[in-house]
């Protein structure tokens, strides 16, 4: 019913920047939140940051002061901006959709990250 397609990901050296996009489509509810996760292989995939249709954030500590969450809700899309990577940083990312009115999650395919030390 939702579909997300991401963009942004790429080859990035340290101390760079890239900007994800993760545009929704289908029945979207104005209620909802907006979230960016990342796993690398190995490990469990974790919340990055979210953002909700109010426009309230979330950030992960390892993230927070480089990273920014945005959305522009008249074009579905959501935004991450991320600034001065790290090495640490590389890993595949995904945008995820949450409502409470319908129950269930969306979760986009997955942009790789990788930044180069």
């Known amino acids: 019913q939702v579909q997300l397609v991401e963009s942004g990901g790429g080859l990035v050296q340290a101390g760079g920047s890239l900007r994800l996009s993760c545009a929704a489509s289908?029945?979207?509810?104005?209620?909802?939140?907006m979230s960016w996760y990342r796993q690398a292989p190995g490990k469990q995939r974790d919340l990055v940051a979210r953002?909700?249709?109010?426009?309230?954030?979330n950030y992960s500590d390892s993230v927070k002061d480089r990273f920014t969450i945005s959305r522009d809700n008249a074009k579905n899309t959501v935004y991450l901006q991320m600034n001065s990577l790290k090495p640490e940083d590389t890993a595949a990312y995904y945008c995820?959709?949450?409502?409470?009115?319908?129950?269930?999650?969306?979760w986009g395919q997955g942009t790789q990250v990788t930044v180069s030390s």
């Open positions: 995820r959709y949450e409502t409470p009115i319908s129950g269930r999650d969306t």
């Open positions: 953002i909700t249709s109010a426009g309230g954030t």
């Open positions: 289908g029945s979207i509810f104005r209620v909802n939140i």
